[in-house]
């Protein structure tokens, strides 16, 4: 099976939850300004909410895929809200590409909110989730 990671970040949560997905199933952990470079079966695709809405980068990245991709699987953080999965899957699907049920969601630190988010426990569900997706 292939998989790849990839992500987007400002504040560095995001990059914490795809290092502890990476490491926990032996893929490296790349940022969305690296685009795919051949198929995959399982595409973990890590964004967070700024401004009420996924960043550009993940939308440009979502609509710049030229392989073939079995599936869009979502993490996520954000201060605010419970999930990037409904804003991310909009542009999944529009580009023809299946979106997983499943996904990972943690809250994260902005400012004075939810301070030392995502924690330690975050990336060991974040971890114990790839395993399960992976398996």
């Not at 995001?14 to 290092?19: I, N």
């Not at 809405?53 to 073939?68: L, T």
């Not at 630190?109 to 426990?121: D, I, L």
Request: hydrophobic share 40%.
């Amino acid at each position: 099976m292939k998989v790849a990671i990839r992500y987007y970040t400002k504040t560095g949560n995001t990059k914490k939850l795809a290092e502890a997905i990476g490491s926990a199933i032996n893929i490296e952990a790349k940022t969305v300004d690296e685009p795919l470079t051949e198929d995959v079966d399982i595409l973990f695709l890590g964004s967070a909410i700024y401004g009420a809405g996924i960043d550009k980068k993940i939308k440009d990245f979502i609509a710049n895929i030229n392989v073939n991709v079995g599936e869009v699987v979502n993490f996520s953080s954000a201060a605010l809200i419970e999930s990037t999965y409904g804003q991310v899957k909009k542009q999944v699907e529009a580009k023809g590409i299946k979106m997983s049920e499943n996904e990972f969601h943690c809250r994260g630190a902005f400012k004075f909110v939810h301070r030392g988010r995502p924690n330690e426990k975050d990336l060991k569900d974040a971890q114990e989730f790839a395993k399960r997706i992976i398996n």
